[in-house]
């Protein structure tokens, strides 16, 4: 038994088929379009203050970004967030030390946590935060890496050059050294 294929069922299967197709893949990118925000998970970017940053007043204005969280918690009270995704919240500061928790938990549990620490400074009291020459010190230890890291970049560019290895042990009779 012979079955007649017309060319009006051609056309019919390949237009389920290719709608079948767009369905299916529509249906795909939808899924993995919703998907995102558990995929990617939440997301906290702090704007201030700076880990360790030394604060002269009694508050602290803590401020930041946040993306695909439903609850803000500072220090364990709740924030409200803006429609836009930012937060800002003044905070007291108590004592010399002041440790700040931020954390975002998105709708599906998922959490993103922050931690820093500030230092309250007194104005009026007589030490000084940060000691000046502990700071000296800190820049020159960054311009001897800097210049040891510059020293490198130069050696390994000889060393690429000349086709040796300068690190190694130099040879008993520099004359017979060939280039």
């Known amino acids: 038994m012979k079955m007649n294929v017309t060319p009006r069922d051609k056309v019919l299967f390949w237009s389920k088929f290719l709608a079948s197709i767009l369905i299916v893949g529509f249906l795909g990118w939808y899924g993995a379009f919703q998907a995102r925000a558990l995929i990617f998970g939440p997301s906290l970017v702090l704007e201030s203050p700076i880990d360790w940053q030394v604060l002269p007043g009694a508050t602290v204005e803590v401020s930041g970004q946040v993306a695909n969280i439903a609850s803000l918690y500072i220090n364990g009270r709740s924030i409200n967030i803006t429609q ?76 690429d050059m000349l086709d040796v290895d300068i690190t190694e042990q130099p040879p008993e009779n520099l004359e017979t050294l060939e280039f």
């Open 84 to 159: 836009d995704g930012e937060f800002r919240e003044k905070l007291p500061l108590s004592g010399r030390y002041n440790i700040i928790e931020i954390e975002g938990v998105d709708r599906f549990g998922n959490n993103e946590k922050e931690t820093l620490t500030v230092v309250h400074h007194d104005p009026n009291s007589f030490d000084i935060i940060p000691n000046e020459r502990i700071v000296s010190l800190l820049d020159e230890q960054d311009e001897r890496k800097e210049e040891l890291s510059q020293k490198n970049l130069e050696i390994e560019f000889l060393e």
